[in-house]
C-alpha cells in the first residue's frame, strides 16, 4: 500500500513539473484612493521643491498649463511655486483613475488657487496633468483667498453613509441638473433641481447662493436665486466630469461665453456634494480664459451629453 502511495505522489509530482509555468500577471492594480491621492501629493511637492524629474510619468504624457500644453519641466508653476499652504480639497475617482484637487499655494508669498487633475495610465503612470491657477480677481471674477487660509468646506467632506450615496449614474444624472439650470431656466427650481434645504454655493472663496449669501437680493435661497444673468452668457459646455464615488462628489469641467460670442470664457471647476437624492453643497473654482482656451486645451470627454 506504501509502495503505491509513493508511486502515485510521484506520477502527481511529475506531472505538475511538466506543467508550463503561468504567466506572471503584467498588469499593474488599480491606482486606490490614497494611491491616487499620493501621486497627487507628488506632484504638488515637485512643483514646491522646482524638481519634476522623479515623477512617475508615461512616455506620452500630456501636460498643459492654463490651456496651454508644454513640456513638463517647462511649466511655469515648477519655478514659481515658494511654499504649499494647507487648505485642499481632494475629488478622487477610483474607476476613472483620475484624481481633481483645488489647493492654495504661493508664489513668492502670494496666495493664488491652483486646481491639479491627475490620470493614470494601466501601470499607474502620470498620463494627463492639467494645472489651473487663479491669481485675482481679474482672473477669477471672485477672488475671496482669505476663505483658503484653513480647511475645506465641512459639507462637502461629510462622508455619506453608505446607504445615502447614489450609483455613479445617478450622481451624475442629479448634478446635471445644474447645468441644465445655467443653459434653460429661470430658476433651478423650475427645473425640480433637487438642492437639499441647507444647500449653499461657493465660488473661489465666496458664498455665492444659500442660507446667509448677502451678494445680491434672493441669494439666500440657492433654488429661487435668479438665473437671468445666464442668458446673457450663453449655453454652459461640460468638457469633463469626474466622480468621486466614495465621498458622494460629482465634479464637472464647465465653459460658457461672458459677454457674448468673441468674449473670454468663463471657465469652472465645478463640485457637487450629491448623496440622499439631494445636493447639499456646489463649490467652484473658476477662471476666465479667452476663446480659444475655452475648453483648456482638452477635448470634451466621451459620452457627455451636454445639457
Not at 3 to 17: N, Q
Request: aromatic share 6%; proline share 6%.
Amino acid at each position: 500500500m506504501r509502495l503505491v502511495l509513493a508511486l502515485c505522489l510521484i506520477a502527481t509530482s511529475a506531472a505538475l513539473g511538466a506543467q508550463p509555468a503561468l504567466a506572471a500577471d503584467s498588469t499593474a492594480p488599480a491606482c486606490d484612493r490614497e494611491c491616487l491621492r499620493g501621486i497627487v501629493t507628488e506632484v504638488l511637492f515637485a512643483l514646491a521643491r522646482h524638481d519634476v524629474g522623479k515623477l512617475p510619468v508615461a512616455a506620452n504624457l500630456r501636460v498643459t498649463e492654463d490651456g496651454v500644453e508644454k513640456p513638463l519641466d517647462k511649466i511655469g508653476l515648477v519655478r514659481s511655486v515658494t511654499k504649499l499652504q494647507g487648505y485642499r480639497q481632494d475629488i478622487i475617482d477610483e474607476r476613472g483613475q483620475e484624481a481633481v484637487t483645488g489647493v492654495m499655494v504661493e508664489e513668492s508669498g502670494a496666495p493664488i488657487i491652483l486646481v491639479v487633475r491627475v490620470k493614470l495610465d494601466a501601470e499607474q503612470k502620470l498620463s494627463e496633468l492639467e494645472l489651473v491657477t487663479t491669481r485675482s480677481r481679474a482672473e477669477g471674477l471672485l477672488f475671496n483667498i482669505d476663505a483658503y487660509g484653513g480647511a475645506p468646506a465641512e459639507a462637502m467632506n461629510i462622508a455619506p453613509r453608505p446607504d445615502q450615496l447614489e450609483t455613479r449614474a445617478k450622481a451624475i444624472e442629479l448634478a446635471m441638473y445644474y447645468p441644465r439650470g445655467l443653459s434653460n431656466a429661470e430658476t433651478f427650481n423650475a427645473i425640480g433641481t433637487p438642492f437639499a434645504p441647507e444647500a449653499y454655493r461657493l465660488e473661489n472663496g465666496a458664498l455665492m447662493a444659500g442660507p446667509g449669501c448677502k451678494f445680491a437680493p434672493g441669494c439666500d435661497n440657492i433654488g429661487d436665486q435668479s438665473l437671468a444673468i445666464f442668458k446673457r452668457l450663453g449655453r454652459v459646455t461640460v468638457r469633463d466630469i469626474v466622480v468621486d464615488e466614495r465621498m458622494g462628489i460629482v465634479m464637472m469641467r464647465l465653459s460658457w461665453n461672458v459677454s457674448g460670442p468673441g468674449s473670454d470664457r468663463l471657465t469652472a471647476w465645478e463640485m457637487f456634494k450629491v448623496y440622499g437624492g439631494q445636493i447639499h453643497m456646489v463649490q467652484a473654482y473658476i477662471r476666465l480664459f479667452p476663446p480659444e482656451l475655452d475648453l483648456g486645451g482638452w477635448p470634451i470627454a466621451e459620452g457627455i451629453t451636454q445639457p
